[in-house]
């Protein structure tokens, strides 16, 4: 390129002749990246600084002998001698550590203008190196003209100057040749070794007032992604507003708002903190009245000042003053997005040098709202990277804690372990909380950081105290945490443990622990090894202490439920040796031979009351012989199954040893007058089903356990004790010598067991309603097949259910004096509820006695007949239970009617018996009155 125009304007309150002069521009042959990266609207302030870095820049895309013609359109603003110096040291390529100040032949003062000024700077780059520098004053020839005017400015800004005013323009004739050839020799031998990798901070670039902002957010975008630290990231923008506002120096003060303290913090190399010899890791508090730094960050306002010390709101000035000849002081806050003090800056220039102006502040303000961004996003990330190792770290707790749950001391040991790594802990102790006493307790306390896994400390003897006592007692009292930075400086603290170990307590975190809102126990840390426990420790461990709550109360559950399965397993032993049977019994049976025949079994219509309940032992033992013999059955295990379920029937008026033989009669009756309804497997679960299906009844019906919330309906909601009687079942047959299936093949046990599960929920009134409308359907729809499984699943349960109720089939001395039985059973439970303040159903209310009739005629024409009706549709062989059941049926319904009859006729009596006591109750009162 051979040459060109650049044009630069500021728009500020004017803005007619910048469009006009950045026209030129676009019809000016330049490089794009020179047109479009360096057109401005910015201050005039800034505008010499831009032209001196675009002809800087410029150099690399022209020829030698190129010439360039910057206009500079300007409406105001303080054009100093300093602004001079940075525009020459930057066309030069090195700051200048001379005091420069050009002699400019102007006629009126640079500061304000109400005139429009154009200032036309001519270089030829071949002769950039005949510049002369004459002692420590450049050598300026000037020639004058003078300018035409702004209207629009004129009218805004006419109070300034009144004079017309006249704009140099400069032409270089010097030459800079020590400064140049060195430079240009030093970028030659960059260049010829590029072996050598070398990483560009950003403060090494001089970044111009209000330059490429775009490329500093870039570069400070690549250093946050090299080392996204808070830090850092202050120390490289302090660095840019450092270069931007040409101070010495800077001194850059970061902020601890948990402790209220600044401390100084500096880079010694790239990326690397570190602190200068003189400084000592200096820190001090936020507050008025001693540091510059230190008032700034109590009042968050900049402050521009000279000769600091001798300002009363901050009289010691800066910590570093006297070392970096410290004179003139711009000291402003840096502030997060969420309004937090991040740091203090404080930038310096000597006496010699100029002092700081209000266009220095707001060229700072201008860098720390971009620089804001990559800190806000520093902040992000350093939270996001705390997190996630906070996260890690109490998923390792998780994970040794609920993986390997021996005992509560091991959990104790674990959770101060890992709460020491949490907060760089020197010692840990961990107080439980004991309600009932209100006191604090603890067997392995004070333990050190050389805690290892593998060897824990052993327990010690046990510590208590009451809660509201020392530091922990506090804490448990009040729930609130404590961090106390100075141990020996609370009247809390009890010293008397320091005297009497040598140890030395200096800080200490103490936390309550809680679940469910209420404190279980207190973590108290001791000491931490890198200064004082911070606001973030405190973070930290309340979200572990969270996760310590719920292993702990878990630990309790655990040793709860530990507990209880040994009570339970001494339970079972107490249990088992009163429930199985007596070995006298067992030989005496196991002499006896097994009779063929036993007359009268197989009737519908036997007794069960008149036989002896170690007969109905035999009678079960030969019944069971008789439908599936012994070739895949032990004798011996048999008769101990059989008199383990005797034994194992309750006390109770109905639901006992004689219920259960009974009902296991009527399945073998049925079973022998249908013999290939059922197959064998089938047979075997019903028949095992009938003589176990009311084991361990309580004389209780499920309703009233739920009602009064029996350990039996927390374990099962619905069939509550035909569950348990399931339950029982198996049990039994778990127990040594008691499994009757013992030479099944796997598939059976399998099968007959789910069978019997399924015969003894049958038994649940509650299912009979729907299994006798699903199987009632399939009957009238002609659409039952006993090749079906289930159908054949249908006609097992109802068969089970016409069984359990086989009493009401029976002769009418058999079913009334079973009827007797159940409603003292009835009675006693109507009791119980009575206890409750519950009022009993009339059924089951022993005043109600002349209801019997009557709720045994709606129990026999809702239930047990619609239920042999269906069987017999399925089974004729089961017309004996039908026919019986009707009987029954009649005689109940004479006799309620006959007890209608009666209590009407005693109602009527009443009736008559209180008009009469009326009458004589009127001729009473007539005499009385008379």
Not at 32 to 37: E, F, G, L, Y
Not at 84 to 92: A, F, G, K, N, P
Not at 342 to 347: F, R, S
Not at 856 to 883: D, R
């Amino acid at each position: 390129m051979d040459g060109g125009v650049l044009v630069l304007g500021h728009g500020g309150g004017g803005g007619g002749g910048v469009e006009k002069s950045c026209g030129q521009i676009l019809s000016t042959p330049m490089s794009n990246r020179i047109k479009d990266a360096y057109t401005y609207r910015e201050p005039p302030l800034f505008s010499l600084k831009i032209a001196a870095v675009s002809l800087s820049i410029g150099r690399k895309y022209v020829r030698s002998d190129a010439t360039f013609s910057i206009s500079l359109c300007i409406w105001g603003g303080p054009m100093t001698p300093n602004n001079y110096r940075h525009t020459l040291s930057i066309l030069i390529g090195r700051p200048l550590k001379t005091n420069i100040r050009p002699r400019v032949n102007i006629s009126a003062p640079l500061y304000y203008m109400r005139k429009t000024l154009q200032q036309n700077l001519v270089l030829n780059t071949s002769s950039l190196s005949r510049l002369k520098l004459s002692g420590n004053n450049w050598e300026f020839h000037q020639t004058t003209r003078q300018l035409g005017t702004s209207t629009r400015h004129h009218q805004s800004q006419p109070r300034y100057f009144n004079a017309p005013f006249h704009l140099s323009k400069i032409v270089f004739d010097t030459l800079m040749c020590k400064e140049q050839r060195g430079k240009t020799k030093r970028q030659r031998n960059a260049k010829e070794t590029k072996c050598h990798v070398h990483h560009v901070w950003i403060h090494h670039i001089k970044f111009c007032v209000h330059a490429d902002k775009r490329k500093m957010l870039q570069e400070m975008t690549q250093s946050l992604q090299i080392r996204p630290n808070k830090a850092h990231v202050l120390w490289e923008l302090s660095q840019c507003i450092s270069s931007a506002v040409s101070s010495e120096g800077f001194n850059m003060y970061l902020s601890d708002p948990s402790s209220q303290m600044l401390t100084y913090y500096t880079e010694s190399h790239p990326g690397r903190p570190g602190v200068l010899p003189e400084s000592g890791g200096w820190s001090c508090e936020i507050g008025s009245g001693t540091w510059l730094c230190a008032w700034v960050a109590a009042t968050r306002q900049p402050v521009r000042v000279s000769n600091p010390t001798s300002d009363p709101r901050f009289p010691h000035g800066s910590p570093f003053g006297e070392a970096q000849e410290l004179y003139h002081t711009l000291g402003i806050g840096i502030t997060q997005s969420d309004g937090e003090l991040a740091a203090v800056l404080e930038l310096y220039r000597k006496e010699t040098d100029e002092p700081f102006f209000e266009e220095d502040e707001e060229i700072v303000n201008s860098y720390l709202v971009w620089g804001g961004i990559a800190l806000h996003y520093a902040e992000l990330y350093h939270n996001m990277v705390k997190q996630r190792k906070l996260n890690d770290f109490i998923l390792s707790v998780v994970k040794s804690i609920f993986q390997d749950m021996v005992s509560m001391d091991t959990l104790i040991m674990k959770v101060m372990s890992f709460a020491q790594k949490l907060v760089s802990a020197d010692r840990a102790s961990l107080f439980l909380v004991d309600a009932k006493n209100r006191q604090l307790y603890a067997r392995i306390f004070d333990m050190a950081s050389e805690f290892h896994e593998d060897n824990p400390p052993q327990a010690s003897k046990e510590i208590r105290f009451p809660i509201g006592t020392g530091i922990a007692g506090i804490v448990a009292q009040t729930g609130t945490v404590l961090n106390i930075p100075d141990a020996y400086a609370d009247p809390r603290f009890n010293r008397t443990v320091d005297q009497l170990t040598g140890y030395v307590t200096k800080s200490i975190l103490c936390m309550p622990i809680f679940i469910r809102g209420n404190v279980i126990g207190v973590m108290q840390m001791v000491n931490k090894t890198t200064g004082i426990f911070s606001r973030d420790d405190e973070e930290s461990f309340e979200m572990f202490a969270v996760y310590c709550g719920l292993a702990l109360h878990h630990a309790k559950l655990y040793d709860k439920i530990r507990r209880s399965e040994q009570k339970y397993k001494v339970a079972l032993e107490v249990m088992s040796y009163h429930s199985t049977c007596v070995e006298d019994e067992i030989e005496m049976l196991s002499s006896e031979p097994i009779p063929n025949t036993m007359a009268g079994v197989d009737d519908y219509y036997f007794s069960p009351l008149a036989i002896e309940d170690l007969d109905k032992v035999r009678h079960s033992i030969y019944m069971f012989v008789d439908l599936f013999g012994l070739s895949r059955f032990e004798k011996e295990a048999l008769i101990r199954f059989t008199l383990t379920v005797k034994k194992n029937y309750r006390r109770v008026p109905y639901h006992n040893w004689t219920h259960g033989f009974s009902v296991s009669n009527s399945m073998y009756t049925i079973i022998k007058h249908a013999p290939k309804s059922f197959k064998p497997l089938e047979c075997l679960a019903l028949y095992i089903g009938s003589l176990c299906h009311d084991l361990d009844h309580r004389g209780k019906n499920n309703k009233f356990m739920l009602e009064t919330e029996s350990p039996l309906a927390a374990i099962y909601t619905t069939s509550t004790l035909e569950h348990h009687h399931f339950n029982q079942t198996v049990t039994i047959l778990q127990q040594d010598g008691h499994n009757i299936f013992g030479k099944l093949t796997s598939s059976e046990y399998k099968q007959v067991l789910g069978n019997i599960k399924h015969c003894i929920l049958a038994t649940d009134l509650a299912l009979f309603f729907p299994n006798k409308a699903k199987l009632t359907k399939i009957v009238e729809e002609g659409k039952f097949d006993w090749e079906n499984p289930e159908h054949r699943l249908l006609i097992e349960a109802i068969t089970m259910t016409a069984c359990d109720l086989c009493a009401s089939a029976k002769p009418w001395d058999i079913q009334a004096e079973t009827v007797k039985v159940i409603f003292e059973e009835f009675y006693e439970q109507g009791d119980a509820e009575k206890a409750q303040g519950k009022k009993p159903i009339a059924m089951m209310d022993r005043d109600m006695v002349d209801e019997q009739a009557t709720s045994q005629v709606g129990f026999l024409s809702g239930i047990c007949i619609p239920c042999y009706e269906l069987l017999y549709k399925l089974l004729p062989a089961t017309e004996p239970l039908l026919l019986g059941c009707k009987a029954n049926f009649e005689r109940w319904k004479t006799i309620a009617e006959e007890e209608s009859a009666k209590a009407q006729k005693i109602e009527e009596q009443k009736s008559i018996e209180t008009i009469d006591v009326g009458k004589y109750a009127d001729i009473e009162f007539f005499i009385e009155n008379t």
